[in-house]
């Protein structure tokens, strides 16, 4: 029982919906109306810019990253089982992608996730990471990047963390998850209408 509230709890800690509230504190804008109308920290970036963008992503990575290290605080202990710190990381990521906040919308799950698996396989983040650069220099697509990325991340995972079956799971279930809520961008991809990369942006409100 105790092992359910931590899961519970690490969904509503991820469901925290901190694009929404930067488009309402930075424009007084409702991020899910502008843009992508993804409450994630590219569509921040692109109607907000750096200054919100920033503090969006990196309190996104923590949504991800704090359940887990609890969970693994736990399990050292021997207060719950293996399998909790990666449960809690997914619950978090589910949280930040169908957030009970704002009517079940969120983000597509990148930053947490990756928060989520800083803790879990930092190794298998730093091998993914030139593969994201290089998609985007090539591409100039950052959902491009997201996608390959996350398609090859398990790869990374049960390359780096082979001892680490739960890990593996999470990784391969979140990445049809994240891949899955990326399809609008592929059709505009495909249609020629998806919005490349820019260093500038144009404020909203």
């Known amino acids: 029982m105790s092992e359910l509230l931590w899961v519970v709890a690490a969904y509503f800690l991820g469901a925290t919906p901190t694009g929404y509230l930067a488009g309402r504190l930075g424009s007084g804008?409702?991020?899910?109306?502008?843009?992508?109308?993804?409450?994630?920290?590219?569509?921040v970036y692109r109607l907000l810019g750096w200054k919100y963008a920033i503090p969006v992503a990196l309190i996104d990575l923590a949504k991800g990253a704090i359940p887990v290290l609890f969970g693994r605080s736990l399990t050292e202990v021997g207060v719950a089982q293996e399998w909790v710190p990666a449960a809690l990381g997914v619950a978090a990521v589910l949280g930040h992608m169908y957030s009970p906040y704002v009517r079940f919308r969120g983000g597509k799950g990148m930053?947490?996730?990756t928060g989520m698996f800083l803790v879990l396989a930092p190794l298998a983040i730093l091998l993914a990471a030139p593969v994201w650069c290089a998609v985007m220099w090539f591409t100039g697509y950052v959902s491009a990047s997201s996608i390959v990325t996350t398609a090859l991340f398990?790869?990374?995972?049960?390359?780096?963390?082979?001892?680490?079956?739960?890990?593996?799971?999470?990784?391969?279930?979140?990445?049809?998850?994240?891949?899955?809520?990326?399809?609008?961008?592929?059709?505009?991809i495909i249609s020629g209408t998806e919005n490349r990369f820019r260093t500038r942006h144009r404020r909203v409100g």
């Open 29 to 43: 804008i409702d991020l899910r109306e502008h843009g992508s109308q993804s409450l994630g920290g590219t569509n």
């Open 154 to 188: 398990p790869l990374w995972v049960r390359f780096t963390v082979p001892e680490a079956p739960h890990t593996f799971w999470a990784s391969v279930g979140l990445a049809a998850l994240i891949i899955f809520a990326h399809r609008s961008n592929v059709r505009r």
């Open 111 to 113: 930053a947490t996730a």
